[in-house]
């Protein structure tokens, strides 16, 4: 330790290395402890020969010069010792170096001559040394060598005098001036570095924050390309030791992900290798448990040579975005709601699959599908249990379809099928039979059964279209079809359609008008007690004649008004008007208005009928609504609660066509019908022979009786059936038996003539549905065979021409075909006419080919 360095003469090494100066005083202050242990030495061999002669006190002044002397070799390397400040350091070493300065006056001043040669030799060139430091510096600790050299002189002069005094003086002057100054400049520096420490702690502190967040992380490589450094926060995510990391090649953890269009070509191997900066390289973790992706940057090290020593860089975890991206993709191909192809990857199929193969167009068949009845659910459950149905419906779909075809949403309650190649129309029809008796079962929606339906739409590629665009449209009019069929069946496309469709829509149309320009009328069908046979109500139906088309039937415009939303407001137009008209009649005579499901399931509904009640001022219990079984298919809480309103207001309930829809018996025990109107399809045919309406009728009036209900059939046309009606029951008849509909101005001119008295008028018997035809037949009779025709044919007879004057009784056996001969009783007979009646029921379509004998 030199004496440079005791004095706190030391400097930076950026201050040592500011001038050519300084560099060659650090040359000089290299073999200072040369000099100084050449002094220890000469001290320590002049000590000796005083301590052999005997002179023990110069022996003891030599030693303490040895003591402080070590001293102020060790002392200044202390670790405490150099945390203090320069200034303190220096007030530290003013006692050590005053006395090393008083050792050598205690000693020289004891015997002048002891002031050898070889202690001025040890002495001088240190101070020396310490002069010129001050003098190449201008440094302002002094304290130390004004102390020493003013012990020194006077030691040397031998006397304190005036001179003495004063250079001690200003040795004292410059010390109290070198502290204040070095007290200033070690204040400077302090602050000057806690504030480099500050800047370098929050430096600290954002870079573990920015790591510790997960936003980034810090990697360094060597010159191998092997980590030196990297964050505790990707070694976490990799599921690794950081201390295993280390050394590792960095390709080992990373693999190249991928090429980013601002590189080029260029991957991360080779700006590796090429030991050039790189940004925002996706690459992917070749360590971690699950899939990470990683944004990194780079840059080569170099230190002040020039020499490469390795990469130094930062990471961005892209995993989320990564799949937030993917996410955005899924959604734009696949239905959020339901999670099967939506309307664009669908369109994207579809045009593959039509797409040209070497100049012919490619096969497919796409399925184009409509939910029947969804929107009630959406009115009545609303819009969340909508869209659970929709799921449960795509997946009844998916498990039906399987891997047959594409499955896909197009949007609300339509849906499609896309099944590429080839396919046979009759497995197709059967599919999409399966399809339909599938979406056609209960659901089950928040604890409500949910009953819906489904139309289907079919076209086949190429024969229907060779581009998406015919493809999508042919299906949809092929479902147009099927809506308009009846619902609840499939269609393929037919050339036809485009034709029916533009009539469908041209009558919406006309529809539109009639209702805003009262192009729509009411007509009225007696409703008659089987007991009295007199009037107790008209049923209200709705009748459009239009100015070109005539008269349109109901079956037809009534479909297109549910479908185009005009059911509400005709509806609510026909419910005023009944009202209104009934308001006229006879006391007491009812008026029965059909209420469609949509209006039923308007929560003002109720409303509605109060105003036309109202407004028309007809007594409640005159007013019967008639409510088909299709309002229990969403047999909810809201189903009860409108039948309790409406059944508040007053008026009578009847369930119509009851046994043609959703016959399930369990309503009928809550739900708080007046009536049960038996379907006409249960009452014309019912007086023929063998045929089983009858017992079903029977079976419903027992019923109704037993839940203290009325019951009105429907359909009487004949006496026969009339009288079965009477026979089994049945409270009231409503039938062309008691008059057709007829316009409100008949009705009050009837009831003016006649009051409320019906009479029946029809034909006495019914009879099975007879077809007409011109076929000429063989009749064997007696061995013989003669030549007649069939002029009309039913199942159990027909009217026969050629033969005159048969007797009545006559039994015959008619040979239709060469394998079917049948026996006959002739029953009537006038002229060359005459009526048989068959011994049993014959199939009237299996009548094709004519008997061999008149083929002959």
């Known amino acids: 330790m030199t004496l440079i360095v005791a004095l706190g003469l030391r400097r930076s090494g950026t201050e040592v290395a500011a001038s050519w100066i300084s560099g060659a005083f650090v040359h000089i202050a290299q073999l200072w402890p040369l000099i100084l242990l050449a002094k220890l030495c000469v001290v320590a061999l002049l000590a000796i020969p005083f301590y052999q002669s005997g002179n023990r006190e110069q022996a003891a002044t030599l030693a303490i010069m040895l003591l402080v002397d070590g001293a102020l070799m060790i002392v200044p390397r202390g670790q405490l010792f150099q945390k203090l400040m320069p200034h303190i350091q220096n007030w530290l070493m003013l006692p050590m170096v005053f006395l090393s300065g008083l050792t050598y006056s ?13 202690v001025f030799l ?15 510096f201008g440094d302002r600790r002094l304290l130390g060598i004004s102390y020493f050299l003013g012990a020194l002189i006077v030691s040397v002069a031998g006397k304190v005098g005036l001179a003495q005094i004063g250079l001690l003086f200003s040795c004292v002057v410059v010390m109290v001036v070198a502290t204040l100054r070095q007290a200033t400049a070690d204040r400077e520096r302090a602050i000057k570095r806690q504030r480099q420490d500050l800047r370098a702690q929050r430096s600290d502190r954002l870079l573990q924050e920015h790591e510790r967040t997960g936003r980034g992380w810090f990697w360094e490589t060597d010159r191998q390309g092997c980590l030196t450094y990297i964050s505790e926060t990707l070694a976490q995510t990799l599921d690794a030791p950081k201390s295993g990391m280390i050394g590792c090649a960095i390709t080992d953890i990373i693999r190249q992900g991928d090429k980013q269009q601002g590189d080029g070509e260029r991957t991360l191997g080779f700006h590796l290798s090429a030991r050039t900066g790189f940004s925002d390289i996706a690459v992917c973790a070749s360590m971690a448990k699950e899939e990470r992706w990683w944004s990194i940057s780079g840059q080569p090290v170099f230190n002040e040579y020039g020499q490469f020593h390795g990469f130094r860089g930062s990471g961005t975890d892209l995993t989320e975005m990564r799949r937030s991206q993917a996410e955005v993709t899924r959604l734009a191909q696949f239905d959020s709601l339901t999670g099967l192809a ?5 369109l994207r199929s579809l045009e593959q699959a039509v797409a040209d193969r070497h100049g012919k167009a490619g096969e497919c068949t796409l399925m184009m599908l409509d939910l029947d009845r969804f929107k009630t659910v959406n009115d009545t459950l609303g819009h969340p249990a909508g869209d659970a149905l929709l799921r449960q419906v795509s997946q009844r779909l998916q498990r039906t379809v399987g891997d047959q075809g594409l499955v896909g949403r197009q949007g609300g309650d339509e849906f ?16 999409a ?3 339909i008796s599938t979406v056609s079962q209960p659901y089950s929606i928040e604890g409500t059964a949910v009953v819906i339906g489904v139309s289907i739409g079919i076209s086949c590629c190429p024969k229907d279209g060779t581009t998406a665009e015919a493809m999508i449209r042919n299906a949809d009019l092929a479902l147009y079809a099927a809506k308009g069929n009846g619902r609840g069946i499939h269609r393929f496309y037919a050339s036809e359609m485009h034709a029916d469709a533009e009539d469908r829509r041209q009558l919406e149309e006309d529809l539109r008008h009639a209702l805003t320009a009262d192009g729509l009328h009411l007509v009225y069908q007696p409703i008659v007690s089987t007991t009295t046979e007199k009037i107790t109500g008209y049923e209200a139906l709705l009748r459009w004649t239009h100015p070109v088309r005539g008269e349109v039937s109901p079956t037809l415009f009534i479909p297109i008004a549910e479908d185009s939303g005009l059911i509400g407001q005709i509806g609510e137009w026909v419910l005023r008007t009944a009202c209104r008209d009934a308001a006229q009649w006879q006391a007491g005579t009812r008026v029965a ?9 308007n929560p003002g509904f109720p409303a509605t009928v109060m105003n036309a009640l109202a407004s028309a001022q007809l007594a409640p219990e005159r007013l019967e609504l008639e409510i088909t079984e299709n309002v229990f298919l969403n047999d909810d809480d809201g189903t009860d609660a409108m039948f309790t309103r409406l059944k508040a207001l007053g008026v009578r309930l009847a369930l119509d066509d009851f046994g043609t829809g959703y016959s399930s018996l369990g309503y009928l025990k809550k739900a708080p019908f007046d009536k049960i109107k038996i379907d006409q399809s249960f009452v014309r045919g019912a007086a023929i022979k063998g045929n089983r309406n009858s017992a079903i009728i029977k079976a419903i009036v027992s019923l109704a009786e037993a839940l203290g209900m009325d019951t009105t059939a429907e359909g009487a046309e004949t006496q026969d059936e009339l009288e079965l009606i009477r026979q089994l029951g049945c409270s009231h008849i409503q039938g062309y038996i008691y008059g057709r509909p007829m316009p409100f101005a008949d009705i009050v001119l009837n009831q003016r003539a006649h009051g409320i008295n019906a009479a029946a008028n029809g034909f006495k018997s019914s009879r099975p549905e007879r077809k007409t035809m011109l076929r000429t037949i063989s009749v064997h009779h007696d061995g013989h065979i003669y030549t007649g025709r069939i002029r009309n044919i039913s199942a159990t007879g027909a009217l026969i021409e050629g033969l005159w004057n048969v007797p009545l009784g006559t039994l015959f056996a008619i040979e239709f075909s060469d394998s079917q001969l049948v026996n006959a009783t002739a029953r009537w007979s006038k002229d060359d ?5 068959f011994a049993g029921a014959i199939d009237v379509a299996t009548l094709r080919n004519p008997p061999r004998a008149l083929a002959s």
């Open 833 to 837: 006419r005459m009526g048989v009646e």
């Open 593 to 601: 208005v059909n209420v469609s499901p949509t209006q039923f399931a």
């Open 416 to 431: 499609k099928i896309l099944f590429p190649g080839s396919r046979d129309p009759a497995a197709m029809a059967q599919l």
């Open 433 to 435: 039979q399966a399809i």
């Open 122 to 136: 040890a002495a001088v060139p240190e101070l020396a040394v310490a002069l010129l430091a001050v003098c190449i």
């Open 342 to 346: 939506n309307r664009i990857q669908m």
């Open 106 to 118: 205690l000693w020289l001043g004891h015997d002048a001559r002891a002031a050898t040669d070889a």
